[in-house]
Antibody, heavy 124, light 107 residues
Framework: EVQLVESGGALIQPGGSLRLSCAAS????????MSWVRQAPGKGLEWVSI???????NCADSVRGRFIISRDVSKNTVFLQMNSLRAEDTAMYYC??????????????????WGLGTLVTVSS | DIQMTQSPSSLSASVGDKVTITCRAS??????LNWYQQKPGKAPKFLIY???NLQSGVPSRFSGRGSGTEFTLTISSLQPEDFATYYC?????????FGQGTKVEIK
């Protein structure tokens, strides 16, 4: 059974740093897409960052230069290092995993599995 | 980045109603379009990939259509457990984006 468990959320002051963890079970993090998606209180979903099975990474413009996604395959865990935190980074952070789904014409990625989330609050 | 715009932002409907949600992309995304359902206090659930393919276990009353820039999610006969917020998401570019969501409420 696939399971994703996030941890590391906390109340942190503006300008501070935090590292979120996502422990995966039931699959290997190097075989799937691993992504972070956040949701500010009362708002919609915002895609944050992704690490592909190949190890390549990408992130949203809103966090580029401040957030870094990485993984430790030996621990089957993905991380989100968040620096220079701002009030607008306050959100529930979800870890999600997925893979390419085949359909006529190609392979289509999606986020099949989600954790329960970890709450990050940036406030003085 | 590709912008995803959903309409309406919210709707009220009754059990048994047919409901359609539209998602428009700011540029063509072929069929790289996914749909998710989220209930209050819960993580999103993956419903549809490649615009029209139901994930395993998703009821057949859900259907998706479209390609290019315009997509729809239809619930043919709304059930009590379908009251939730629905999000589209594009995976065409290396930076993924979600629509702002459509909240389906009970009339």
């Amino acid at each position: 059974e696939v399971q994703l468990v996030e941890s590391g959320g906390a109340l942190i002051q503006p300008g501070g740093s935090l590292r979120l963890s996502c422990a995966a079970s039931g699959f290997t993090v190097s075989s799937n897409y691993m992504s972070w998606v956040r949701q500010a209180p009362g708002k919609g979903l915002e895609w944050v960052s992704i690490i592909h099975g190949s190890g390549s990474t990408n992130c949203a413009d809103s966090v580029r230069g401040r957030f870094i996604i990485s993984r430790d395959v030996s621990k089957n865990t993905v991380f989100l290092q968040m620096n220079s935190l701002r009030a607008e980074d306050t959100a529930m952070y979800y870890c999600a995993s997925g893979y390419d789904h085949y359909d006529t014409g190609g392979y289509y990625p999606g986020l099949d599995y989600w954790g329960l989330g970890t709450l990050v609050t940036v406030s003085s | 980045d590709i912008q995803m715009t959903q309409s309406p932002s919210s709707l009220s409907a009754s059990v048994g109603d047919k409901v359609t949600i539209t998602c428009r992309a700011s540029q063509s995304i072929s069929r790289y379009l996914n749909w998710y359902q989220q209930k209050p206090g819960k993580a999103p659930k993956f419903l549809i990939y490649a615009a029209s393919n139901l994930q395993s276990g998703v009821p057949s009353r859900f259907s998706g259509r479209g390609s290019g820039t315009e997509f729809t999610l239809t619930i043919s006969s709304l059930q009590p457990e379908d009251f939730a917020t629905y999000y589209c998401q594009q995976s065409y570019t290396i930076s993924w984006t979600f629509g702002q969501g459509t909240k389906v409420e009970i009339k």
